[in-house]
């Protein structure tokens, strides 16, 4: 792993009129690593998604990819540097077919492809996630899993180097949940940093190098995943007092 972070974030802040939704966060990614990002419900996690995506600007604070910085970019520009993500409300393009899905991306990423190499590339990623033999469905008739699924390969035909995946493990029954787990395994052997949201605290354990807690729009705690979920702090956001 290089010493060296793909995503280094510092003191980022985005507030909501009178609400502090992130508060001076900081965290990094490496090329090849997953980092987990974890907290409570309404703790921050996706707005600090939205941030590092260009989806919402910051207050204050930096975002640098491979040393670049990218706080404030518009989000197609940052997707284009190396940026892709899920989202935790999955978003399709309902009237399109999965294939259609795909080839946008394919097609108007950083490594622009066209015509049959596109076609094939994107066939070749829907059998990656799952979806193979379905390219011509819609993407509105597919399930919320499968749509999920469908977002997964839109997102890596746009060939990241960083991923952020938004609880995109949520949901799954026990054998998707393994099979979604090796496929994030296998995406860090690639050499795809990833920052995962996510509650499913067997993926965490399975697939997290380190973890980052955030509760209340801070960062609590940060380390290695049994030591993280283990603290007292992160016992009490997420349980109360009288666990901690």
Known sequence: MSA???????????SFGGLRAVDEVSLRVAAGEIVG?????GSG???????ISG?????????????????????????????????????VLGSMSCRENVLAAVAFGAHG?????????????????????????PGADLTYID????????????????????EWLAGLNP???????????????EGIGILLVEHVMDAIRSLCDRCVVMNAGRVI??????????DAEVVRAYLGDEHA
């Open 113 to 137: 492809q066209w015509g049959e190499g596109a076609r094939r590339a994107a066939d070749a990623l829907l059998d990656r996630v799952g979806l193979g033999g379905r390219g011509d469905a």
């Open 37 to 41: 990002l974890l907290g409570p419900n």
């Open 55 to 91: 989806a919402l600007r910051p207050d204050r604070g930096t975002v640098h990819l491979a040393g670049a910085p990218i706080q404030g970019l518009p989000a197609f520009r940052i997707a284009r540097k190396g940026v892709a993500r899920t989202f935790q409300l999955v978003r």
């Open 4 to 14: 060296a972070p793909l995503l280094e974030v510092a003191g980022l802040t985005r």
């Open 45 to 51: 996690k996706t707005t600090v998604l939205n941030l």
């Open 147 to 166: 749509q999920k699924r469908l977002e997964l390969a839109r997102a890596l035909a746009l060939r990241p180097a960083l991923l952020l995946l938004d």
């Open 175 to 189: 054998a998707e949940l393994r099979v979604g787990i090796e496929l994030v395994r296998a995406l860090r052997a």
């Open 221 to 230: 705690a940060a380390g290695a995943p049994a030591a993280v979920l283990a």
